[in-house]
């Protein structure tokens, strides 16, 4: 089971002076909706009188500073709406080429609420840029795009996202239905943690109260959800890593440790990249080679492999070395 724990009292507060102090309220205040003291106490590393004391100043200040109660009894401060005190951020040509590269392998969010925040974002870069320097920001981004590749539409899912974005920001616990392959709808009380982009797809990642474990969900089989009014907070120490284990893709299966011979054709393939961080590589005699690690998830483990028939041998597991042969032998005898 996974527990969540609260924020400790009497966390130290951060060495650094109020007016740098409440510049970071400030900036949390104005890239955010709002936020909580609470939040704000976290995010600073100061106590709850300090930020009520940062507030009046900001306040004092002139800033036009709204506070908003909620569902569950807590306060939300923010900003009036279209208020700009901060000034504009601006970026190098060099950092506009690299959000450009950026932006370009994320064709697959196309019909979402995350490609209109970026189109909307570099709509406001380019009012600022001479047209041509548009031009080629553009053509770089068109040309690190992938082509030819099977995408996911999220189109139809736009409003849904809309709400799990909602839940995210906010940290809203949710109800959503769930029909993974082959089965029937599930129902879940959820605490939302992170969104994964994978392998072109959208994963959802949190504490599913009906199971007293973390969950992913693939947003595709989503069916509706349901934001409830109530907060919740997410584990002290949580990372993304704690969703995925050891597995070799995002299916956390029982770890193995895998053994695999690559032909010498392809070895430059395998010697580019790092495959799981627990591998190791050794180069044979003949030129071939050996990379072994320990992980789960023997469906991406297959689908990973074959992707490099003929030149590709399973040594161990002899579990995997069955699965894979066996596979090749129903591909070729079906008609």
């Known amino acids: 089971m996974v527990s969540k724990t609260k924020r400790k009292p009497g966390k130290p507060a951060k060495k650094y002076s109020q007016a740098a102090r409440l510049h970071d309220v400030i900036r949390i205040l104005e890239a955010r909706y709002g936020a909580t003291v609470d939040e704000l106490a976290e995010e600073c590393c100061v106590t709850r009188r300090?930020?009520?004391?940062?507030?009046?100043?900001?306040?004092?200040?002139?800033?036009?500073?709204?506070?908003?109660?909620?569902?569950?009894?807590?306060?939300?401060y923010r900003f009036i709406t279209g208020f700009k005190k901060l000034p504009?951020?601006?970026?190098?040509?060099?950092?506009?080429?690299?959000?450009?590269?950026?932006?370009?392998?994320?064709?697959?969010?196309?019909?979402?609420?995350?490609?209109?925040?970026?189109?909307?974002?570099?709509?406001?870069?380019?009012?600022?840029?001479?047209?041509?320097?548009?031009?080629?920001?553009?053509?770089?981004?068109?040309?690190?795009?992938?082509?030819?590749?099977?995408?996911?539409?999220?189109?139809?899912?736009?409003?849904?996202l809309k709400e799990l974005r909602r839940a995210l920001l906010y940290q809203?616990?949710?109800?959503?239905?769930?029909?993974?392959?082959?089965?029937?709808?599930?129902?879940?009380?959820?605490?939302?943690?992170?969104?994964?982009?994978?392998?072109?797809?959208?994963?959802?990642?949190?504490?599913?109260?009906?199971?007293?474990?973390?969950?992913?969900?693939?947003?595709?089989?989503?069916?509706?959800?349901?934001?409830?009014?109530?907060?919740?907070?997410?584990?002290?120490?949580?990372?993304?890593?704690?969703?995925?284990?050891?597995a070799f893709g995002l299916i956390d299966e029982q770890q193995q440790t895998i053994k695999v011979r690559f032909d010498e054709e392809i070895g430059h393939l395998i010697r580019e990249r790092v495959w799981h961080p627990s591998q190791t590589l050794i180069e044979e005699a003949n030129g071939s080679l050996v990379l072994t690690f320990d992980a789960g998830g023997e469906k991406e483990i297959l689908a990973w492999l074959y992707s490099y028939l003929p030149h590709v041998q399973v040594l161990e597991p002899e579990s995997l070395k069955t699965l894979f042969y066996q596979g090749l032998r129903n591909g070729l005898l079906k008609e």
């Open 50 to 76: 300090t930020v009520y004391r940062d507030l009046d100043a900001i306040r004092d200040a002139g800033y036009p500073l709204m506070s908003e109660p909620e569902a569950d009894g807590q306060t939300l």
């Open 172 to 246: 809203y616990r949710l109800d959503l239905s769930y029909t993974p392959a082959r089965r029937a709808t599930e129902l879940y009380r959820f605490d939302p943690y992170t969104l994964l982009f994978y392998d072109g797809a959208l994963y959802l990642g949190g504490y599913a109260h009906n199971r007293e474990a973390l969950r992913l969900f693939l947003v595709d089989r989503i069916e509706n959800v349901t934001v409830l009014g109530e907060r919740f907070e997410v584990p002290e120490g949580f990372s993304a890593g704690d969703l995925t284990g050891s």
């Open 88 to 160: 504009p951020i601006t970026f190098s040509l060099e950092e506009l080429m690299t959000l450009s590269l950026c932006r370009g392998q994320l064709g697959f969010l196309r019909g979402t609420p995350f490609q209109d925040d970026l189109d909307d974002i570099f709509g406001r870069i380019h009012s600022s840029l001479p047209p041509r320097s548009v031009a080629h920001l553009q053509r770089i981004a068109e040309t690190a795009s992938p082509k030819f590749q099977g995408e996911r539409d999220y189109a139809a899912q736009k409003e849904l």
